[in-house]
């Protein structure tokens, strides 16, 4: 690991801070070096109050001040360059003097793409773009394909036993254990909406609520044919991550329209003699994640 990743890192451990209160903003770390010495750091906390570099140069010592001229300030998400609800925070940097500026990843966000990082290199001070680029567009892959691509980030998750159904010949049958059921529930309250479809919803009435953890109750939405997803209507209203729950057609139906981010598939080691097939993974998929819980399986898949 290079000096650059190293402080990048840290960075990220720093934004995963900012997971509840930063929403709709993205999670932000930044960190300030000088001499090979940690001299400030920060995370945007809350939506509209101070970025991650207004808080690290915050918690600069004033006996620290004078080391910003040869230092170099590491921020995992491109610096902004207009004004919201906080001035623009490529402003600051070039007021405070620093020398050089390393950032994770560029900020799809319409008011930003560049611009911060152009605004940067306008006033002389070195910039360095792209460490950690992965982990840091991985961290706020929801914020960043709302952005981009206009619409949520989606995230089809299914429930499976060990010979790929999802039911009892029909019937609704419990494959999640207490354990994997609190982390769905924890799952929820990390995204702003989850979907189902009707047949699904008029047979099980499922409450799609936060029960077993704590935190807000997603969006719940009901798709069928005479009301099907409107993606423009989800962007308008600030959505930028949806949970499909729904059955078998209904999850198949966003993989055949390639309307989807991420795929979690629960599996647990139990088998039925018969019932409705679970969904086929698209090809272009890689595992990013995978574990065991109480003897269930979860996996984890995003586009390859």
Not at 223 to 238: T, V, Y
């Amino acid at each position: 690991m290079t000096k650059d990743e190293f402080y990048m890192q840290r960075c990220l451990q720093l934004a995963c801070n900012g997971q509840q209160n930063a929403h709709p903003n993205p999670m932000v770390g930044a960190v300030i070096v000088s001499n090979n010495r940690i001299i400030g750091e920060g995370y945007h906390v809350r939506c509209g109050q101070g970025h991650a570099e207004v808080n690290a140069f915050a918690s600069v010592r004033a006996e620290d001040e004078p080391l910003l001229k040869q230092a170099t300030i590491y921020v995992s998400l491109e610096p902004c360059s207009h004004y919201g609800k906080t001035p623009p925070c490529a402003d600051l940097i070039i007021n405070k003097g620093v020398r050089r500026v390393v950032v994770g990843c560029l900020d799809d966000f319409a008011e930003v793409q560049g611009r911060g990082i152009k605004r940067l290199r306008e006033a002389g001070i070195e910039v360095t773009v792209g460490v950690l680029e992965e982990e840091c567009r991985a961290l706020n892959r929801r914020f960043l394909t709302y952005h981009r691509a206009l619409r949520p980030y989606i995230i089809l998750k299914w429930a499976q036993t060990a010979n790929g159904f999802i039911d009892d010949h029909g019937q609704p049958l419990a494959i999640s254990t207490p354990f994997t059921k609190m982390l769905s529930h924890k799952l929820r309250a990390e995204e702003d909406a989850i979907l189902i479809g009707r047949a699904t919803d008029d047979r099980e009435h499922p409450q799609l609520n936060v029960r077993e953890w704590v935190g807000h109750h997603p969006k719940r939405l009901v798709i069928d044919h005479q009301h099907p997803l409107n993606l423009d209507s989800l962007h308008a209203h600030g959505i930028q991550s949806l949970i499909v729950e729904g059955g078998a057609k209904t999850l198949q139906s966003f993989m055949e329209q390639d309307l989807w981010d991420e795929i979690r598939v629960e599996t647990a080691p139990i088998t039925v003699n018969g019932g409705t097939p679970a969904p086929l993974l698209p090809q272009n998929v890689r595992v990013v994640s995978t574990a065991q819980y109480d003897g269930n399986q979860i996996i984890v898949y995003r586009k390859g």
